[in-house]
């Protein structure tokens, strides 16, 4: 709920100042690497959570 109350408050002035900042901390260069990055740990952790539900599965099964 707060982040939705958060990003009700976000304008595209804001927006816009949230990415000029981060072009300037980051630069050009490292933005795509970092979104690799991002990627791949969000598919790593996806893939985590179904190999946990996985074993609950099959046991269900048996």
Do not use: C, H, T, Y
């Amino acid at each position: 709920m707060s982040l939705s109350v958060f990003l009700g408050m976000l304008g595209p002035w804001q927006i816009a100042l949230i990415v000029a900042v981060v072009l300037l901390l980051f630069g050009g260069k490292k933005i795509p690497e970092l979104m690799r990055g991002l990627g791949s740990g969000i598919k790593e952790f996806k893939d985590a959570s179904k190999e946990e539900e996985d074993p609950n599965k099959i046991e269900e099964k048996k």
